[in-house]
Nanobody, 115 residues
Framework: QVQLVESGGGLVQPAGSLRLSCAAAKRGFSINDMGWYRQAPGKQRELVAAITRLGRTNYAYSVKGRFTISRDNAKNTVYLEMNSLKPEDTAVYYC?????????WGQGTQVTVSS
């Protein structure tokens, strides 16, 4: 299993920026895809951004141009740079990692965008 630990969440004002980090402790198979999901109160969990081991990315339409996902394979860490934050971005953000045999989740980190 892959153990994932998120950090970087917190309270930020609208139009502000925040950077999330997720460190993976891997045992066994190599990590292929990594990503960030979020879940707001009363809504389903949704994909925010994903990145393959070689750097191919995809984003939710609502965050394109504002968020950037990146990873450091040597450190087994994935990042999410969030700019121009909106109140609608408020949610618990979850890190995800996939290997050839399993799909792991972090415990989540709260992001609140509010004045």
């Amino acid at each position: 299993q892959v153990q994932l630990v998120e950090s970087g969440g917190g309270l930020v004002q609208p139009a502000g920026s925040l950077r999330l980090s997720c460190a993976a402790a891997k045992r066994g198979f190599s990590i292929n895809d990594m990503g960030w999901y979020r879940q707001a109160p009363g809504k389903q969990r949704e994909l925010v951004a994903a990145i393959t081991r070689l750097g191919r990315t995809n984003y939710a339409y609502s965050v394109k141009g504002r968020f950037t996902i990146s990873r450091d394979n040597a450190k087994n860490t994935v990042y999410l740079e969030m700019n121009s934050l909106k109140p609608e971005d408020t949610a618990v953000y979850y890190c995800n990692a996939k290997t050839v045999v399993d799909n792991s989740w972090g415990q989540g980190t709260q992001v609140t965008v509010s004045s």
